[in-house]
């Protein structure tokens, strides 16, 4: 059980309390009872102490070569995975996701610290022939200098990683503003930085409310670049303030990811596509599946195969060798997909199977949630349309595989897309007609690749690109270099 203990701010090297003096417990989702451990509710004081430090540290760190740079990444790498376990079962306390996808998560970190890490020795520029022949034309890279880094409770340690290490690596330093809601697993990823010895104010943290540290990261004048996942409400108030004081942003936000199953697709697949895609981690990636799109022919017995293996589904806490998939990450969350839920049954969706709380006195204390699935769903219905974040599937029945693309692409987001088919032809459409930054094809929706580029299109991201090479695109700026002599 939790052992109670306050977590501090990282700033200038060191762990400090917050001039607030406040601190707030970080609940378990899967008891509410239990307390994980204390986090600071940092006042905008905090996070203006943290940007003077990174500011401060940023000339060091930009002069370091990029190898220098790459062997703190490794030592970080290193040290998270001496921890790995600890710092899992932590964040399975935390926010509930089960341990064995919470190690998963902890390992595809180290994974990207290392990817990052070998980042340091690739080229950084391109020759371009000058049309003055006694000179050398050339591009670099510098970096943007400091970048505030804000992000969700969903991948607690995966998300920050995927911003800090490039950003790092690219000569950057930061200010990290961790979700409250996951602050305690986010400051045992901080001690790993400081156990490696990252200089002090390359990497600060400030834990606290959003709308008040997040917002100050936001507006802070010194901070030139900000990275953000998280909502498209809170996103677009992000971007809107970066673009204001001329920040450079990157913002990646919802999705409402489909999967089209094709009268020709291998049915088992689609259900265990459909399943571990839109229910694992609780629904709770922005890649999840939520709309189920299956032409005529094959809908009934997609169904029942669909409901069948639904059953099977264990629910319980994630540190729970039986569960497959834990409770809701918090009462916000909980309350929000218990909301939808009732939304789509108000707008004429039939529930066929779940559709509330579990029912097991067991699971009282906790934010648990039975794995549901609406029929009659149409693409104008709420539940169709936004983001639930939560273990909900909705079934939309279509007579043609054209019109099962028109109602995929009918959502304002255009994250991650899906089809089960055996067609060559189809799956090309697919690839060419889908308005969706990633594309899979006889694979589930969520499954993100850290060596390959990560983003969406229309309101699920700023049209920036995470992860991969892609990632200097935003941790950095050209210089274009002219050289006479
Ligand atoms: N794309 C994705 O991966 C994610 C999408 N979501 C979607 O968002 C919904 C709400 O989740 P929620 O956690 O509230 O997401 P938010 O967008 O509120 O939170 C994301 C991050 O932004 C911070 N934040 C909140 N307000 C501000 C602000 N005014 N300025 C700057 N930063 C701010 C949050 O801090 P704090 O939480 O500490 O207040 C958190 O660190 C979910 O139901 C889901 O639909 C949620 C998480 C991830
Ligand atoms: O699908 C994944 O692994 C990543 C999803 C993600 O980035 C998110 O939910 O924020």
Known sequence: MGEMKTYLNYINGMCVAS???EVEGSVNPANRHEIVGYVQKS??????EAVVAAKAAKLGWRKLSGSARGEYLYKVADKLERRLEEIAAMMT???GKTF????GETARGIAILRYYAGEGMRKTGDVIPSTDSEALMFTTRVPLGVVGVITPWNFPVAIPIWKIAPALIFGNT???????ETAVTAALVMECFEEAGIPAGVVNMVTGQGDVIGQAIADHPDIHG????????IGKMVGQSALA???KYQLEMGGKNPIIVVNDADLDLAVEATVSGGLRSTGQKCTATSRVIVQSDVYDVFKMKLLQRIKEIRVGNGMEASTW???CASEKQYLTVLAYIAKGIEEGGTLLCGGGKVEDEALDAGYFISPTVFEHITSSMTIAQEEIFGPVLALIKVDSFEEAIHIANDVKFGLSASIFTKDFSKMLTFMHEMDAGLVRINAESAGVELQAPFGGMKMSSSGSREQGQAAIEFYTEIKTVFIKS
């Open 19 to 21: 001039s607030s003096g």
């Open 43 to 48: 006042s905008i004081a905090d996070v203006n």
């Open 93 to 95: 306390r935390e926010m």
């Open 100 to 103: 064995p996808e919470a190690k």
């Open 174 to 180: 930061i200010v990290f503003k961790p979700a409250q």
């Open 226 to 233: 900000i990275t953000f996942t998280g909502s498209d409400r």
């Open 245 to 247: 004081k001329g920040a």
């Open 325 to 327: 998939m834990g409770p």
